[in-house]
């Protein structure tokens, strides 16, 4: 079992970044694939990026590719989201989320979910 809580959400002009941390709970969190994905109201989940257990490989949407960097901290529980140069379509509601399949980007690959953190870009 492992349980997620994600912070440092907030809001922000267009360009600017913030950095998502999710904590983890459960002494299975350093064997699993973790991932981020958003969701904007009236749309549908979408996947953001992923990191497998020893944080040594990572995919990313096309859509925050080389703005966005994942990293994981196994020791500290910890896993975060960099994101820079922010832009009005990156906001949502972001979700981290744990699971045992290798590097998914699909929210059914994913077997625990924390309960969001809200990011709003302004123009």
């Known amino acids: 079992q492992v349980q997620l809580v994600e912070s440092g959400g907030g809001l922000v002009q267009a360009g600017d970044s913030l950095r998502l941390s999710c904590a983890a709970s459960?002494?299975?969190?350093?064997?699993?694939?973790m991932g981020w994905f958003r969701q904007a109201p009236g749309k549908e989940r979408e996947f953001v990026a992923t990191?497998?257990?020893?944080?040594?490989?990572?995919i990313y949407a096309d859509s925050v590719k080389g703005r966005f960097t994942i990293s994981r901290n196994n020791a500290k529980n910890t896993m975060y989201l960099q994101m820079n140069s922010l832009k009005p379509e990156d906001t949502a509601v972001y979700y981290c989320?744990?699971?045992?399949?290798?590097?998914?980007?699909?929210?059914?690959?994913?077997?625990?979910w924390g309960q969001g953190t809200q990011v709003t870009v302004s123009s």
């Open positions: 990191i497998n257990w020893s944080g040594s490989s990572t």
């Open positions: 459960g002494r299975t969190f350093s064997s699993n694939t």
């Open positions: 989320a744990a699971g045992s399949r290798w590097l998914g980007s699909r929210p059914y690959e994913y077997d625990y």
